[in-house]
């Protein structure tokens, strides 16, 4: 079993930055793949970005390709986002996940096993 803390959220301009980290405990984190989602009020979760074990394989949303970068620290068992260029849409509860699956590239959240907390990224215009 993994678990998951986000931080890094916060409030920021549009066109601002900001880097999401996720930190997993225990000494398996390089078993997972993991992967990031969001939820806005009143809408359902929806899959950012994803990662494979090793970190040679990604695969991000549409909605936020060329603005998202997700990487990840097997020695540091930390996964994250960088945002830049970010928009009032990215507002969202962003929560990471981790997949049993290591070699996956999954963007269903039925996929992943273990799940963060969230964090707040409010985006003002």
């Known amino acids: 079993q993994v678990q998951l803390v986000e931080s890094g959220g916060g409030l920021v301009q549009a066109g601002g930055s900001l880097r999401l980290s996720c930190a997993a405990s225990g000494r398996t984190f390089s078993r997972y793949a993991m992967g990031w989602f969001r939820q806005a009020p009143g809408k359902e979760r929806e899959f950012v970005a994803t990662i494979d074990w090793s970190g040679s394989a990604t695969y991000y949303a549409d909605s936020v390709k060329g603005r998202v970068t997700i990487s990840r620290d097997n020695a540091k068992n930390t996964v994250y986002l960088q945002m830049n260029s970010l928009k009032p849409e990215d507002t969202a509860v962003y929560y990471c996940?981790?997949?049993?699956?290591?070699?996956?590239?999954?963007?269903?959240?039925?996929?992943?096993?273990?799940w963060g907390q969230g964090t707040q990224v409010t985006v003002s215009s």
């Open positions: 996940a981790a997949d049993r699956i290591m070699y996956r590239i999954a963007t269903t959240v039925s996929s992943y096993d273990y």
